[in-house]
C-alpha cells in the first residue's frame, strides 16, 4: 500500500473499524500491534493534544460551561486544569443556592471547606441574599464573602421583604469599597455607600419604602451622585407606602430626569411625569385622567387576553388616549388565550377586525405602532430622551 491508500484506508470509518478489529484479534503481543504502538509512540499520539493544558485557552473555553461541572468535573481532570478552573472568572451571578447549602453546613456543626473559598473567588457578579446574612450564623457567610470577593462589576444586596439590621451595615459598605474601582451595577436597600468615587458605576438601583423614606434619600441621595460620574441610569425600586414622598422630591429637584417607567398597581402616571410607560395593562387604571398623562411620550402595552377586546379599559379606548396628547408612538405585546405569545396578525379575524380599527385610530392620530423592543427595555430610547432633556443621567421608576 502507498501513501494514499494507507490515509484512505484510516479515514474509511468502515475500513478503519475492521482495522481496529483485527488488531484486537492479533493481540498485544504480536508484530502488527506493535508496529503501530510503535507509529503512534514516534507521532506522539500518547500525548495530550495541543493547548490542552494552555490556561487561556482552557479558561476561555470553560466560560461557556456550567460553573459547577467546572467544580466538581473538570477541576479534577489534572493540575493545569485545577488551576485553570480555580482562577477563571466567570461573568455571572454566584447562584443562590451557594449560600443555602453554606448556612446548612454551618448549622449543623460542619465546618466551611476551602472549596467554598475557591468558588466564590470565580464569579464577578454577587445577588447577596440578606435575609441569610442578617440571620444568626450571617457573620460567618459575610466573612466568607467578604475574603473572597472583590472587584466585582454587580452587586445587588436583596432583602426581599426584610428590614434589615444595622449589624449588615459594616458588610455592605466594605463590599462596595472592595469593588469600587470596577463595581458597574448595584442594588440598595438603605444607604450603605461608602464616601469613595465609583468611576464606572452606570446602573443604580434603589429599594424606596422599608429602610430608604424620604429623609434618607434627602440627606445622602446627593452624597452618592457626586461620587458616581459615569451614572446613567436610577431605578427606583418604589414599596410600602413611603413612596410617594420621595417622588415629589425628586419632581421637585430632579424634575428633567424623571424619564421612564414601568406601570404597576402604583399608577405611575399619577406619581412622577414619565416620558416613557412600560407593561400597561390596564388603561383605565394606568393612564385615565392621570396627572402627568399629557407629557407622556411613548407607550408599551400589554394585550394579556385577544379574547376579550372590550377588557382593560379598551371598551373607552379613545377617551383615554386622547389625554396622551404628546403621544408618538405605541408598542404592543400581544399575548392569546392560552397565555402564550403571538402576534396581531395571528389573531382570528372577528377580533383581528376589532383590533385593526384601533390601529387606525393610533394611525389617524400620527401615532406610529412600533416593532418589538423599540419601546420596552429600549436603553437607547430612554438615553436619547435624557440628552434631549440635558440630563447625562436619568430616574426609571419601578
Known amino acids: 500500500m502507498n501513501f494514499e491508500e494507507v490515509v484512505a484506508c484510516l479515514k474509511n470509518t468502515e475500513k478503519r473499524e475492521e482495522f481496529i478489529l483485527r488488531l484486537q484479534n492479533a493481540g498485544e503481543n504480536s508484530k ?22 494552555e490556561k487561556t485557552i482552557l479558561q ?11 467544580f466538581q468535573s473538570f477541576r479534577l481532570v489534572c493540575k493545569s486544569w485545577k488551576d485553570a478552573v480555580e482562577t477563571i472568572k466567570f461573568n455571572r451571578t454566584v447562584p443562590s443556592k451557594i449560600f443555602i447549602n453554606i448556612d446548612k ?43 473572597n470577593m472583590g472587584k466585582l462589576n454587580s452587586i445587588w444586596f436583596e432583602a426581599t421583604n426584610l428590614t434589615l439590621p444595622e449589624t449588615v451595615n459594616p458588610f455592605m459598605l466594605q463590599m462596595l469599597k472592595n469593588s469600587h ?12 455607600i461608602p ?9 443604580l438601583e434603589i429599594v424606596i419604602g422599608k429602610d430608604i423614606c424620604l429623609p434618607e434619600f434627602k440627606t445622602y ?18 414599596s410600602g407606602s413611603d413612596y410617594v414622598g420621595v417622588c415629589k422630591y425628586i419632581i421637585k429637584n430632579y424634575g428633567k430626569h424623571c424619564i421612564s417607567a414601568t406601570a404597576s398597581s402604583y399608577n405611575i402616571l399619577h406619581i412622577v ?6 407593561g400597561v395593562l390596564e388603561l383605565e387604571e394606568d393612564l385615565q385622567n392621570a396627572k402627568y398623562v399629557s407629557g407622556l411620550q411613548y407607550l408599551h402595552v400589554i394585550i394579556d387576553s385577544i379574547g376579550e377586546p372590550m377588557g382593560y379599559g379598551w371598551d373607552k379606548y379613545q377617551e383615554i388616549l386622547d389625554q396622551c396628547l404628546n403621544l408618538k408612538a405605541v408598542e404592543f405585546t400581544w399575548f392569546d388565550e392560552n397565555s402564550s405569545k403571538t402576534t396581531l396578525s395571528q389573531i382570528s379575524e372577528p377580533y383581528q377586525n376589532i383590533w385593526q380599527e384601533r390601529m387606525s385610530y393610533f394611525k389617524a392620530r400620527g401615532i ?12 437607547h430610547l430612554q438615553t436619547k430622551l435624557a440628552k434631549q432633556a440635558g440630563v447625562t443621567w436619568k430616574f426609571h421608576f419601578h
Not at 476561555?60 to 467546572?70: A, S
Not at 474601582?181 to 450603605?192: A, D, G, H, K
Open 368 to 379: 406610529r405602532i412600533v416593532d418589538d423592543g423599540e419601546i420596552d427595555e429600549n436603553e
Open 221 to 238: 441621595f446627593p452624597l452618592v451622585l457626586k461620587n458616581m460620574e459615569r451614572l446613567q441610569t436610577v431605578t427606583l425600586r418604589l
Open 32 to 53: 502488527p500491534f506493535l508496529h503501530v504502538q510503535s507509529a503512534m509512540v514516534e507521532l506522539k499520539m500518547n500525548k495530550a493534544p495541543r493547548g490542552i493544558d
Open 105 to 147: 453546613i454551618i448549622k449543623n456543626g460542619l465546618p466551611i471547606l476551602p472549596y467554598f473559598e475557591k468558588y466564590l473567588q470565580c464569579f464577578k457578579k454577587l445577588w447577596a441574599p440578606m435575609e441569610i446574612l442578617a440571620s444568626e450564623n450571617g457573620h460567618l457567610i459575610t466573612s466568607l464573602i467578604l475574603n
Open 195 to 203: 464616601d469613595i468615587s465609583f468611576p464606572k458605576l452606570k446602573i
Open 60 to 70: 476561555h473555553t470553560l466560560k461557556f460551561t456550567d460553573p459547577d461541572e467546572c
Open 273 to 278: 411625569p414619565a416620558k416613557i410607560v412600560t
Open 181 to 192: 474601582e470596577t463595581l458597574q451595577t448595584t442594588r440598595i436597600s438603605r444607604f450603605c
